[in-house]
């Protein structure tokens, strides 16, 4: 861990292309991927989250395929791919956006649930959290990953706490 975390303007979305979540079949660990069809525009690489999306356990075998559907009213973000908007899915935590799994990386911290879609989102909490000096990216516009993070996340206070927390999750991976 360093003493130093420089934000590169990671976004949320962008660790969304392969979530671990508790398989809904067997409770073993399960994976989200990006449908393997699917191709990535490189000049608006946020709309994977529209791609379809494939669950599969290799505990069970248990799979799943996951679609966008139709935006509906109260749905929060629209997504217009040609034909009638779709609903973007919705990044809150600590459930997976396409399925609605519980995530596998997710724990009680603080009162709180932290958690985490997948490896490399959890050395990027590590490393913010665990870090004394936090540099801003200067062109983050509404807010990176890091600049997002709920406050009693973010707090001093809880460094430690928060700590224990990912290293506990690390465990499960
Ligand atoms: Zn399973």
């Known amino acids: 861990m360093s003493e130093r975390f420089r934000d590169t303007g990671a976004r949320l979305w962008g660790l969304a292309r392969e979530l671990l979540v508790v398989c809904p079949h067997c409770g073993g660990r399960a994976v989200v991927l990006v449908d393997p069809g699917y191709r990535e525009c490189p000049r608006h690489p946020g709309e994977h989250l529209m791609a379809a999306r494939r669950l599969s356990c290799p505990g069970c075998g248990h799979t799943g395929t996951w679609r966008p559907r139709p935006w509906r009213k109260g749905d929060g973000d629209l997504f217009f791919g040609g034909g009638p908007p779709l609903a973007v899915p919705r990044m809150t935590g600590p459930e997976d956006p396409f399925f609605g ?14 958690w985490a879609y997948n490896a490399a989102h959890l050395d990027l909490l590590e490393g913010y959290v665990g870090a004394r000096l936090r540099e801003r990216h200067p062109h983050t516009g509404s807010g990176s990953l890091v600049e997002r993070l709920p406050a009693w996340i973010k707090a001093a206070g809880n460094r430690e706490e928060v700590l224990a927390a990912i290293r506990d999750l690390r465990t499960r991976l």
């Open 101 to 114: 799994l519980p995530l596998w990386l997710r724990r009680r911290c603080r009162g709180r649930i932290l």
